[in-house]
C-alpha cells in the first residue's frame, strides 16, 4: 500500500514537472528564448575611428586616439568609502558625484570618459567589482594652436563642432556599426560570431591645402606685428593665385582646439572668412582694373589732386595728403582719393558695381569651410550721392579678407577669379578618393589688363605707400589701404579707429603667392595700411619665397660644374655664413667629412636657421685644429 | 528457473515440466545463481558510455569555441592595445614636429638664428660636359 502511495506521489511530481516543461519549452518558448538572448546578447553601436587632417604635407593637424573611459554598474559597486576616495582621486572627480551616481536605479553610468592612459592603467589596478573601461576615441590636434580655427574641433562623442571639423563632419566621421556581441555569465564579451571582429570602417582623412610651415610663419609675424602697433585684432591670408589654393588663414587670437572649453566662442571663429570689413583704398587696385579693363584710363592719363579735398554732393572728401598734378600711375602709388573718385566718375555707378561683382566683392566665394559671410555690395539703385565716392575709394561697401585677396589673385594670375578652397583631396586608407582641382569661377579681365595693374601695383611697393612691402630680391606687386572705422556711438565714420590693410602678391612677373594683412585699430602713427601691415606682408613674404624655394629674381649665384658638390670652404670673421664655394668630392674626402661634420648646424634647412657666429668660429677652430695634426 | 537438490518436496504445480538441466551444469551453481538482470549490464553501460561519449561529442566544440571565444577577445584586447600604443606614438612624433616647438627649441636651445639676405646663396648646377 505504500508503495503504491509513494509511486503515485512520484508520479504526480514527474507529471507535474512534464507539465512545467512543456510550458517551458513549448508555450513560452518564444518569450523566454527572447529573454535570454537579451541576457547573453549585447547590442552595440560602435563607430569607426574619426579620419584624420593633414596639412598638405602629410603632417598630421588632427587625429583621434583610443582613450578609455570609466563606467560604473550602481548594482554591482558597494558604497565602500575607502574605494570611493581611491577612485576620485585616481580620476580627479569629486567623491560625491561618484556617491550621487550610486544611487541611480541604471546598470551603465558614465563617471568620467576618455581619460589619460595612466588614470585608466590605476583603474584596472584597483580592479574594483562594478567599475569597467571601454575604450573610446578621442580627438586630439598635436599642433595645438596652429591653425586651430581654421580646423576647428571635434567635441566629446567625435561630432565635428566647428571649422572644418563641423564642416566635413559627415566625410571624416567613420561609419557606425551595430555589433552583436555575446557574453557569459559574467557579463564578460565573448565573440562567437564571425560578424562582431570585422574591423569597423573608419572615416575619411582629410589633406588641406595648408601649409604648417606657412601657417606658422603667418601667425608669428601677424601676431608680432599686432602686438607692436597696438591692434584689437588682424588677420593674414596666403594664397596660391593660380589655383586658389590657402596655404595659410592666420588670426592674431590664439585658439587651442584641444581645451576649446576654455576659449570664449567669438575666439573659434576664423575671422577671414566669416567678418567683414570696408577695404579702403585697397580697393583702388580693383577700380584700376575696371577703368583700364575699359579704355577709360592711360597709365599716364594726368588728374588733378583738387589740393587735398573734393566736394561730393554735400560732403567734402579728403586726401592724406594735399596732392597737385598726379598721373593715373601717381594716383594708386600715392592712394589719392581725389583721383580714384575721378576715375570711379569716369566709369560710373553701373560699370563700377558691375566690375566689383565680377571681381566676387559682396558676395560668398564658396570656399568650403561653414559660415562664410557674404559681404555687402549694394545695387545702384540703392546708392545715395555719395555712394560712387565713397565706393571708389572703398568704403560704403563690405568684404572679408578671403574676398579681397581672392579678387587680387585674378589681377596675379592674369585674370582669372579661382575659387578658394582648403581641401585639396580626401583620402581612405591612403588612397585619393576625391580630389578637388582648382575651379575658374569666371575671367574677370583680360591678361593685358592685369599685367598693366601689376606693373602699376608694383610703382606703390617700389614708390609709393608701400615701401615697407618691399622683399629684396623680389618685385612686389601691392596695395596699401587705411579705411576708417564705423563708429555706431557718433553715428559716423571715426577718425582714430581704422582698419590697416596691405594686399599683394610676389614675383610680380610670374606670382607664386597672393597675401593679404588686415589689422583692426592700429594704434597712434601706425594706423595706416602702409605703416602698420605692410611690414608684416614683407616679413611673410619673405619667409614664405625661401620656404617655397622660389629663387630671388636678382639672386646672388653660385655656379656648380658638375660632377662635384658645394662645399663650405671657409669664413671670415664676423661672418655668420661661411662663402660657398664648389670642391672636388673625389680629391679631398677627408676634408669633406671634416667639415660636413663641423658644420652640421647648417644641415638643418627646414627653417633656414643659420649658427650662431660664436658657435661658428669655435667649431672652425676645432676643424683647423684636426687639419693641422697629422 | 532455480533447480535445487530439493525439486522432490515441491508441490506438483512447481514442478517443472522441462527436461532436468544436464550434470555440468548442476555442478556450476554460478549458472543457477545469475539473474535476468546481469545479463542486461553490459549492454546497459555501452549504452551508458555511448550516451556519455555522444554527448562529449556534442559539448566539446562548444566547450572549445568559448575557450577560443575568451583567447580571441585577449588577442583583440593584445591587438587593441598595440593599436592604441601606436597612435600614441604617432601623436606624440606629430606634436614633437610642431613648427612651433621646433622653432622654440632651435631659436631658445641652440642659438639659431634666421640668416639674413645677403647671406643666403642659390645654388645652380650647370650640366657641363668636363
Known amino acids: ?630 | 528457473m532455480l533447480r535445487t537438490s530439493h525439486a522432490h518436496q515441491l508441490p506438483p504445480s512447481m514442478i517443472l515440466s522441462h527436461p532436468p538441466l544436464p550434470q555440468h551444469q548442476l555442478k556450476d551453481p554460478q549458472v543457477f545463481t545469475s539473474t535476468p538482470r546481469r545479463r542486461y549490464l553490459g549492454p546497459l553501460l555501452f549504452c551508458a558510455f555511448l550516451c556519455f561519449l555522444g554527448v562529449g561529442v556534442y559539448m566539446w566544440p562548444r566547450v572549445q569555441g568559448v575557450r577560443l571565444a575568451y583567447r580571441l577577445q585577449a588577442a583583440e584586447r593584445r591587438m587593441s592595445d598595440l593599436i592604441q600604443e601606436r597612435d600614441h606614438l604617432r601623436l606624440e612624433l606629430a606634436a614633437l614636429k610642431d613648427p612651433q616647438r621646433v622653432f622654440r627649441v632651435a631659436a631658445e636651445e641652440l642659438g639659431m638664428v634666421t640668416p639674413k639676405p645677403d647671406q643666403v646663396f642659390v645654388l645652380v648646377r650647370e650640366s657641363k660636359q668636363r
Do not use: C
Open chain 1, 1 to 630: 500500500m505504500r508503495l503504491y502511495l509513494l509511486a503515485g506521489f512520484f508520479s504526480l511530481m514527474l507529471m507535474a514537472l512534464a507539465v512545467r516543461l512543456f510550458d517551458i519549452q513549448i508555450l513560452r518558448h518564444h518569450q523566454l528564448a527572447s529573454l535570454a538572448e537579451r541576457q547573453h546578447q549585447k547590442v552595440v553601436e560602435l563607430r569607426g575611428k574619426r579620419g584624420t587632417i593633414y596639412d598638405r604635407r602629410m603632417r598630421e593637424l588632427g587625429l583621434s586616439v583610443d582613450r578609455d573611459s570609466v563606467y560604473l554598474n550602481p548594482s554591482e559597486l558597494t558604497n565602500n568609502p575607502e574605494a570611493i576616495a581611491t577612485l576620485a582621486r585616481i580620476l580627479h572627480i569629486d567623491e560625491a558625484s561618484i556617491v550621487d551616481k550610486l544611487g541611480s536605479d541604471r546598470q551603465f553610468v558614465w563617471l568620467k570618459r576618455k581619460v589619460t592612459p595612466q588614470e585608466s592603467a590605476a583603474v584596472r589596478a584597483l580592479g574594483l567589482k562594478g567599475i569597467g573601461l571601454l575604450t573610446e576615441s578621442r580627438r586630439f590636434y598635436p599642433k595645438q594652436s596652429l591653425a586651430g580655427h581654421v580646423i576647428g574641433f571635434a567635441g566629446t562623442d567625435e561630432g565635428g563642432l566647428e571649422g572644418l571639423e563641423h564642416g566635413y563632419d559627415r566625410v571624416l566621421a567613420g561609419e557606425a556599426e551595430r555589433v552583436v556581441l555575446d557574453r557569459d555569465a559574467h557579463g564578460r564579451p565573448i565573440t562567437l560570431r564571425s560578424e562582431s571582429v570585422r574591423e569597423l570602417p573608419r572615416g575619411h582623412d582629410l589633406v588641406l591645402t595648408i601649409d604648417e610651415r606657412l601657417q606658422f610663419i603667418a601667425e608669428r609675424e601677424l601676431r608680432a606685428q599686432a602686438a607692436k602697433v597696438g591692434a584689437r585684432g588682424g588677420v593674414a591670408i596666403i594664397m596660391d593665385p593660380s589655383t586658389g589654393e590657402i596655404l595659410a588663414l592666420a588670426n592674431d587670437s590664439i585658439f587651442d582646439p584641444n581645451r576649446f572649453r576654455e576659449f570664449s566662442p567669438r575666439i573659434w571663429r576664423e575671422r577671414g572668412i566669416t567678418d567683414t570689413f570696408e577695404p579702403g583704398s585697397t580697393l583702388k587696385a580693383i577700380l584700376a582694373a575696371a577703368a583700364l579693363e575699359e579704355r577709360l584710363v592711360r597709365p599716364d592719363d594726368m588728374f588733378y589732386g583738387e589740393q587735398g579735398g573734393i566736394q561730393v554732393a554735400t560732403t567734402w572728401m579728403r586726401d592724406h595728403e594735399k596732392f597737385g598734378w598726379l598721373t593715373f600711375r601717381e594716383v594708386l602709388e600715392k592712394s589719392s582719393n581725389v583721383g580714384a573718385i575721378k576715375v570711379g566718375q569716369r566709369l560710373g555707378k553701373e560699370r563700377l558695381h558691375e566690375y566689383f561683382s565680377r571681381f566676387g566683392l559682396g558676395s560668398r566665394t564658396g570656399v568650403d569651410f561653414p559660415g562664410e559671410a557674404a559681404g555687402l555690395l549694394r545695387p545702384p539703385s540703392q546708392w545715395s550721392e555719395l555712394s560712387l565716392a565713397s565706393l571708389s575709394i572703398g568704403q560704403e561697401l563690405a568684404v572679408t579678407p578671403l574676398q579681397l585677396v581672392t579678387a587680387f589673385s585674378a589681377l596675379a594670375n592674369g585674370g582669372v577669379l579661382m575659387r578658394p578652397h582648403l581641401v585639396r583631396a580626401v583620402m581612405k586608407e591612403g588612397e585619393v578618393v576625391q580630389e578637388v582641382r582648382p575651379a575658374a569661377v569666371r575671367r574677370v579681365v583680360s591678361e593685358a589688363t592685369a599685367r598693366q595693374v601689376t606693373a602699376l601695383l608694383q610703382g606703390v611697393v617700389e614708390r609709393g605707400t608701400g615701401k615697407a612691402a618691399a622683399v629684396e630680391g623680389y618685385s612686389v606687386a601691392g596695395k596699401t589701404g587705411t579705411a576708417q572705422k564705423y563708429d555706431a556711438a557718433i553715428g559716423k565714420y571715426s577718425s582714430q579707429k581704422t582698419i590697416a590693410s596691405f594686399v599683394g602678391y610676389l614675383p610680380a612677373r610670374q606670382p607664386q603667392v597672393a597675401i593679404l594683412i588686415s589689422l583692426d585699430e592700429p594704434q597712434g602713427e601706425a594706423a595706416w595700411g602702409g605703416i602698420a601691415a605692410a611690414p608684416a606682408f614683407q616679413a611673410i613674404a619673405a619667409h614664405t619665397m625661401r620656404l617655397l624655394r622660389v629663387p630671388p629674381e636678382n639672386q646672388r649665384t653660385r655656379t656648380l660644374e658638375s660632377p662635384s658638390i658645394a662645399m663650405i670652404e671657409g669664413h671670415r670673421p664676423g661672418d655668420a655664413l661661411p662663402m660657398i664655394s664648389t670642391w672636388n668630392f673625389v680629391e679631398n674626402m677627408r676634408d669633406l667629412m671634416l667639415q660636413t661634420a663641423t658644420q652640421l648646424s647648417v644641415s638643418i634647412h627646414e627653417y633656414f636657421f643659420n649658427i650662431d657666429p660664436q658657435a661658428a668660429r669655435k667649431s672652425r677652430k676645432k676643424a683647423d685644429k684636426a687639419n693641422k695634426s697629422p
